[in-house]
């Protein structure tokens, strides 16, 4: 209950909040899911051109549940925030059985559960609309499910359905969540040496882990085929493997790439863990864990630190570092099961452990909140102007708007492009208007006007109140004003006898 009440701030918030982008992209995806193409195998945002805009992503679970409730009830953004929410408490579920599991104790249980309910990174991103919860929840059962197995000796191919479908989930809510692999097979290398279980338990949880590899494999090749965004793969080619080449091929790479990596403790203490949840993650591991837990969180702690010097450093952004919450959570939990096994069990140490566990509990909410108070701001002028366009303009119009944020399109209501208005060109816009686009939002206008070849361009088009906060270009070519063709070859004549300036307003001649 603790978990529900603090993620319900800002529930009816427009998805215009941290991070906009993403929270964008996901909720464009499960609009077009309702009324495009009601089939989780095919996302496809509201950019790049006319529809349909497949893109390459992970399995859009959030999206596809949003859509049935869109399908039922109309388009509310909210059902996608509920949706992350019960992702969420879910997990702080899994947590309350893992630890009092894994710890022999229901203190550990409750104290694990109770940590990741309150850590900062797990209230706020525990309400976005975003896959990471959901991929979360099924990466902390999965690892639940596939230590409990082989700790109770992997006897049986029925047994071995539990961890296969948690682990095929975690990988489909996103491939990140292979870095379950380094603690399980942490696990299986521990459990194995104590001789728990014999070559049949070991094929067995192997075919659990090849068939989750093989369903991902089949899902990526299929979006991928008709995919004309790739995501996922585009980043780890462009992006992640060059990091990796250039950090082991030169000196200067490597310590470039360690400088990243520091970094990203930076991330992970700011806004995900808070300094009482870093305080508890390290005197968790202060501690020798029992025998059965030793493989696991040492092992998930190495997963997480793997995975983030391959791919944090790359991506850096906070939620990234999401799958440290639980561990830090469970690491947190036995570190206060030892310590109320240590105290006096008198009466007057139960009220002092009541205290002292209340008044930190109070701590790390206050803490938490305010570490990640900026993330629930919006602009409302924002979303005004935002929603003020998809009231004025025709229901099917292609449009061109001159900024990144797949969220202000989102509320904008139309498909078409996102640019950048410095790097967008005269022969970029002619062939957007080629393939339909109607009209250009200037929302960076100083940055537009800084494009002088562009600006110059566009003034052949007539515009809709030239005071407004974005000004709206009507690129029709049936609309273009007279004399423009005159002016655009005069504008080319000055900028080759190097007569033009620019500054704020646009192109202007010399003095």
Request: overall charge positive; proline content about 6%; some cysteine.
């Amino acid at each position: 209950m603790l978990g529900i009440v603090l993620r319900l701030r800002g529930l009816h918030n427009p998805i215009l909040d941290h991070p906009g982008w993403r929270q964008g992209d996901t909720s464009a995806i499960a609009r077009n899911f309702a009324t495009l193409q009601f089939n989780p195998l095919f996302p496809q945002t509201d950019y790049n051109g006319p529809p349909p805009n497949y893109v390459e992503l992970e399995l859009q679970i959030v999206p596809f549940l949003a859509a049935i409730g869109y399908k039922l009830f109309g388009i509310h953004e909210v059902f996608g925030r509920l949706i992350s929410i019960g992702f969420s408490v879910g997990t702080i579920a899994v947590l309350a059985y893992f630890g009092r599991w894994l710890f022999a104790s229901t203190v550990a249980g409750i104290a694990s559960a109770t940590i990741f309910a309150v850590l900062p990174g797990s209230m706020y991103y525990g309400r976005t609309f975003m896959p990471d919860t959901t991929m979360v929840f099924f990466f902390t059962l999965a690892l639940f499910f596939c230590t409990r197995y082989l700790v109770e000796g992997a006897r049986t191919w029925r047994g071995a359905a539990w961890p296969a479908a948690a682990l095929t989930m975690a990988f489909l809510a996103k491939p990140v969540a292979v870095a379950a692999l380094v603690p399980l097979l942490c696990i299986v290398v521990w459990e194995r040496r104590r001789g728990t279980f014999g070559i049949g338990g070991l094929l067995r949880i192997g075919a659990a882990i090849a068939t989750a590899l093989v369903v991902l494999t089949i899902y990526g090749q299929i979006v991928s085929s008709h995919a004309e965004w790739h995501w996922a793969s585009g980043i780890t080619q462009k992006h992640v493997i060059p990091s990796l080449k250039a950090a082991f091929t030169s000196p200067a790479g490597f310590i470039a790439k360690l400088r990243l990596f520091k970094e990203t403790f930076w991330l992970a203490e700011r806004t995900m863990l808070g300094a009482l949840g870093v305080t508890l993650l390290v005197v968790g591991f202060s501690r020798r864990f029992r025998s059965r837990s030793d493989a696991l969180l040492y092992g998930w702690l190495l997963g997480v630190l793997v995975y983030a010097y391959v791919v944090v450093t790359v991506e850096r952004v906070d939620y990234y570092l999401y799958i440290v919450l639980p561990l830090a959570a469970l690491a947190g939990g036995s570190f206060v099961e030892e310590v109320h096994r240590r105290l006096p069990r008198s009466l007057t140490w139960m009220y002092a452990r009541g205290a002292l566990a209340l008044v930190t509990l109070a701590t790390m909410i206050f803490v938490g909140r305010d570490a990640v108070k900026p993330y629930y701001q919006y602009k409302k002028t924002v979303y005004i102007a935002a929603k003020a366009l998809d009231a004025t303009l025709p229901p099917d119009a292609l449009v061109v708007m001159a900024h990144y944020d797949p969220s202000i399109l989102y509320y904008i209501n139309r498909k078409g492009w996102e640019e950048d208005p410095y790097l967008w060109t005269p022969f970029d816009e002619q062939s957007a208007i080629r393939k339909g686009s109607r009209f250009f939002i200037a929302i960076e206008n100083n940055r537009f006007k800084r494009n002088v070849e562009l600006y110059a361009w566009m003034q052949r088009f007539p515009v809709r109140n030239p005071n407004a906060m974005w000004p709206l270009y009507e690129t029709d070519n049936a609309k273009i004003l007279p004399g423009s063709e005159e002016r655009w070859q005069e504008f080319r004549r000055r900028e080759k006898a190097g007569i033009l300036d620019s500054d704020s307003s646009g192109p202007v001649p010399k003095s």
